[in-house]
């Protein structure tokens, strides 16, 4: 079966680290777990890559038109692709949320967001999942702060959003959206803890460059977040007693 993930950007490099690109930053953190960094391949206004998630194809899309004309690529990809609706997932950065919140919803209006606004009228639905990923709200101009690069105490934390932003589209696609909503919609990261040492994953986008190594760290901080292999990871309580379980 596949399931499509479309993180919603703006292409060029001058946009690369904005806010509002939080989407391709989410597609990338996937492309690189799932072995498809490096591959992606463009056509249709779109560069598409393709990754495993158990017996599922992953297929991980950002549409290479500017944020206002995404529902172009998009309608592009669902032609080619045909996949029902209910296994389409976008990821859009969101400025009514806190920075780093997340929320997941199966359906909804586009909520102000213009990349979800060209989405709806291109495809006439509304009836398709959406992450929100929450970069606070604006001190000054809207556009001025979706368009600008995330201040040095945000980066701090980054690595780790993108790591559970990663892991609710792999629940999702798993799982489907209500078990994605119930496990994740609560989240955000302790923005008043500093950032751990060592905490950076790397950063291979679908383009295939890289960044540092990730240094392990054995045991779970206070909160119950662990460092593995693909990034960091909250353990679940264990309902027979011990350390818990992790749930990705």
Do not use: C
Request: neutral net charge; glycine residues 12%.
């Amino acid at each position: 079966m596949k399931k499509v993930v479309v993180g919603l950007g703006n292409p060029g490099s001058r946009y690369e680290k904005t806010r509002h690109n939080i989407g391709w930053m989410v597609l990338d953190r996937l492309a690189d777990r799932h072995g498809a960094a490096g591959r992606a391949r463009e056509r249709d206004a779109a560069a598409t890559a393709r990754g495993r998630l158990g017996d599922d194809e992953l297929i991980m899309v950002k549409p290479l038109t500017y944020m206002n004309d995404s529902g172009r690529a998009m309608r592009k990809v669902m032609a080619r692709e045909r996949v029902p609706m209910g296994d389409v997932l976008v990821v859009v950065d969101d400025m009514d949320l806190p920075f780093g919140k997340l929320r997941l919803k199966a359906d909804g209006s586009a909520g102000g967001h213009n990349g979800l606004r060209s989405i709806i009228g291109e495809l006439g639905t509304e009836s398709f999942a959406r992450l929100r990923v929450g970069i606070g709200a604006p001190r000054g101009a809207a556009v001025a702060h979706v368009l600008g690069d995330f201040e040095h105490a945000e980066q701090q934390h980054l690595d780790l959003i993108l790591d559970a932003a990663a892991d609710a589209v792999e629940l999702w696609a798993r799982r489907g959206p209500d078990a994605a909503a119930n496990r994740w919609n609560g989240w955000q990261p302790a923005l008043d803890e500093p950032a751990r040492p060592g905490a950076t994953s790397p950063q291979t986008d679908v383009s295939g460059a890289s960044g540092p190594p990730v240094s392990a760290t054995p045991a779970p901080d206070p909160s119950g977040v662990v460092r593995t292999r693909t990034g960091w990871r909250r353990l679940l309580p264990d309902l027979h007693g011990g350390q818990g379980k992790d749930e990705g």
